[in-house]
């Protein structure tokens, strides 16, 4: 009888670390998206409610996290705040995408002066601070889900736009390309039905990559009060507003909306770098954002 349960132990199908840890962020990022979706239908939430008799509540049955210094559930807005925040690194990261790539298309397709000039651009916004570039950005415009998403995709546009010159520098003398350019097609056309396709797969994948970045950094940016109005859940906001708490003894006002976003980033960049590992080593060496 023991050796046929162990017969079948053997048999079952067993879990690398790396797929392991790829459930694990998957489970835990769908779990967090789900909560995002569901929680405005669930738990709607007033923005402006204050409740000043439940100020700074320790956790409990009826509050999971706590409340903040103006009695509003600390669960709760890190949920609203994690909504922000994932939607504007995905946004971000599309503009960061739809900018970086369309510079690397021009780089990696024209070549010559063009791609000199190019180069040289990125170089340029490279050797500059993100986030003071950022901050620059934002103090140019008032305070909106607009323009964090602007400054974030301004300044993490240029890892995009190497990724796709390089791509097409090391497409441009394939054989199925010399073959088109005989046929007579005209260099949009190469572009647009022969090297693009082979590109859009890495560019997916950066753009992806290019989300808890963008996330972190709109945290920075509303964390210093340069992002989002101070009255809209922001984990950025929060973690600034639970720093005065914290000498009332109200810790958990900056420790939830913490961890939701180291939790909720280290699953996606963990995800998303089981997706690139699965690719061949040159690609995984390009895609070190």
Known sequence: MTAAVLTRVRRLPRLRPGRLGATVAGTVLAVAVLACLLAPVLWPLDQSAIDLSQTR???SPAHPAGTDDLGRDVLLRSIYGLRVSLLVGVFAAVVAAVIGGAVGALAGTLGGWVDRILMRLVDTIAAMPHLLLGIFIVAMLRPSLGAVVLSVGLTHWLSTAR???SELLSLRHRPFIDAAVSGGAGRMRVLTRHLLPHVLPRLALATTLMIPHAVWHETALSFLGLGLPPHLASLG??????R????????WASLTPGLVLIVVTLAL???????RDHLDPRVRAELQL
């Open 163 to 165: 990724i796709v010159r």
């Open 57 to 59: 509540l320790a956790p």
């Open 237 to 242: 906001n929060m973690i600034n507003d639970g």
């Open 269 to 275: 960049a963990a995800l998303t770098a089981h997706w």
């Open 244 to 251: 005065g708490s914290l000498l009332a003894g109200a810790w």
